[in-house]
């Protein structure tokens, strides 16, 4: 079975064009959309996305450090 095989990006309504494929026109063909391989968000900005989503308040380090002393029973 011919195979093509094209990396196209989604558009902002969510969806896929392709143009000039290499079939006949009324060809049936199939079509799987899959993740390009290599094309994961890196991890900063996915983290900063569930940040935003989830509203989770920002900290600074100062008071994570004191949040772990006092789950721990240190004394600060």
Known sequence: MPR??????VTQDQGVRLGKVPFKPGT????VVLRAQ???PPIY????S???RRRIPRYSLKAIERI???SRGIPT
């Open 38 to 40: 290599g094309a994961e």
């Open 68 to 70: 772990v002393h006092e």
């Open 4 to 9: 093509f095989r094209r990396r196209i990006k």
């Open 28 to 31: 049936l063909v199939e079509v």
């Open 50 to 52: 569930v940040v935003k």
């Open 45 to 48: 900005r996915l983290t900063g």
